[in-house]
Structures are given as C-alpha cells and as structure tokens.
C-alpha cells in the first residue's frame, strides 16, 4: 500500500462574475409583421454590428399592458435576422417555460437597462482618500493606438482609449472610459461600456456605423443629420446622447 502524499490535481476551470455589455431588445409592441419590419431595417442600417450578436428579449413593457405575445415566435423572427438570443427578461410564467423549454434562461429585473418607474434622490459616495485615488488611477489601463482599426477589428481598453488614426466601416472600438479619435470614425465606438455615464466620445470627423455610452446608442441613420470632417464631442445626458461641437 502506497503511503505517499496524494498527487495534487491541476485545476481545469473556475468561476468568475463579469459584466457584459448586450443588446436588449424592449419591445412595445406584439404585432409580429411590424417587429419583423423594424427589426430588418435596424439590421440594414448596420449589419456587420448585428450579425450573430446576442440578444436579450425583453417583454416586461408588452405584459404591463396585458398584450399576449408567442415568446417562441419572437425567438424565430429574431434568429431569421442574423441574431442569437441569450434569454428572456420580464416574462410571465408561460413565457419563462417557453424560453426554458428552448434552454434560454430567465434574466432578472435588475440592471442599468430597466426603466426607473420612482426616481429617488442620488446618493454621494463618500470622497476616496488621496492613497485610494492614487491606487485607483494606477489601476486603469489607458490605451493608445497609432494605427488605422481596419473592418473586422476589435480594440478594448480598461480606461480610455485615444487612436490617432481611422476607424474603418466594419470596425469596433470600445473603452471602459473615454474614447478619443483623432482620425476618421467610420465604425462603431462604444464609451463607458461598464455602464460609466460620464464617459465621452472625443471625434475629429464623425462617420460612425454607431456610437454608444453605457449602452445608450445611435446608428448611422440617426447621425446623417451631423456634418461629417467635423471635430464634436459626444455626451450622455438623462439617456439621451447628446452631440457638440467641439
């Protein structure tokens, strides 16, 4: 019989909780012809974003108004437009053992994306001291990049990201903080994308496929009306993106 110490076993996984930024998809209304409608031309607008991205549906706003809708159709439509749903959120019980019976899982109310129905006074968080603040900015991960993004890239920074050349059609850029682009944007830039409402898009010629701030966005179509070969500083305010001159 062996008296040896046993052989340690080398660890396969683990666990861990993160923060990810998703599509949710809110619906308003439980006519399918229109969802299907709306839905085709969203993808159009921008269609290498969306191609296979996940997608959350969420249906809390059709069962307050007690509007009947098939969960297992939604899930068809949107799968027929190149997306792929990760779950449901605001289902009743019907709905919840469809997207279970189709191993889609239920997802909580909670989350910066649900509308607030009471707003309640902000509170203040206490003023980190000097050595907490210093250790925090040490912390972030500033980025530069001094290339041209080309489509089908992908840059992430932790802090703020600044790219001193063109961000092509097709491309994607995304910072935990501010975004700084000194060329072109001609793709999609997304700031504070763990939900930082603060964060701002700094940009010396606005093209974007899509531009976003803690998960409020807008496409293309909505930008046409800004000059483009145009310096402005992009902000969120009260869910809404708001774009200045700079």
């Given at each position: 019989m062996s008296?040896?110490?046993?052989?340690?076993?080398?660890?396969?996984l683990e666990f861990k909780s993160t923060s990810l930024t998703v599509p949710v998809l809110l619906l308003?209304?439980?006519d399918m012809s229109l969802i299907d409608q709306q839905l085709k031309e969203k993808v159009i607008q921008a269609p290498e974003f969306f191609k296979?991205?996940?997608?959350?549906?969420?249906?809390?706003?059709l069962n307050a108004q007690n509007l009947p809708i098939d969960f297992t159709e939604i899930v068809a439509i949107v799968r027929q437009h190149g997306f792929m749903p990760i779950g449901l959120r605001g289902g009743n019980e019907k709905q919840n053992g469809d997207a279970l019976a189709m191993n889609l899982p239920q997802h909580s109310l909670h989350g910066s994306n649900v509308p607030l129905v009471n707003k309640v006074p902000a509170k203040t968080l206490?003023?980190?001291?000097?050595?907490?603040?210093?250790?925090?900015s040490q912390s972030i991960e500033n980025k530069l990049v001094t290339q041209p993004i080309r489509s089908g890239q992908r840059v992430y920074a932790k802090g703020d990201l600044i790219v001193t050349a063109t961000v092509s059609a097709g491309a994607e850029i995304m910072a935990e903080g501010n975004i700084h682009i000194?060329?072109?944007l001609r793709g999609r830039a997304l700031?504070?994308?763990l939900g930082n409402v603060n964060s701002r898009i700094f940009c010396s010629d606005l093209q974007a496929e899509l531009i976003s701030i803690a998960g409020i966005y807008q496409l293309s179509d909505d930008l046409s009306k800004y000059p483009a070969?145009?310096?402005?500083?992009?902000?969120?305010?009260?869910?809404?993106l708001i774009i200045k001159d700079i």
């Open positions: 008296t040896g110490a046993p052989t340690s076993q080398k660890t396969a308003a209304s439980n296979n991205s996940p997608l959350l549906i969420d249906l809390q706003k206490p003023t980190p001291a000097p050595e907490e603040q210093k250790q925090a000194y060329g072109s700031a504070g994308v070969h145009k310096p402005v500083q992009i902000s969120l305010d009260n869910q809404t």
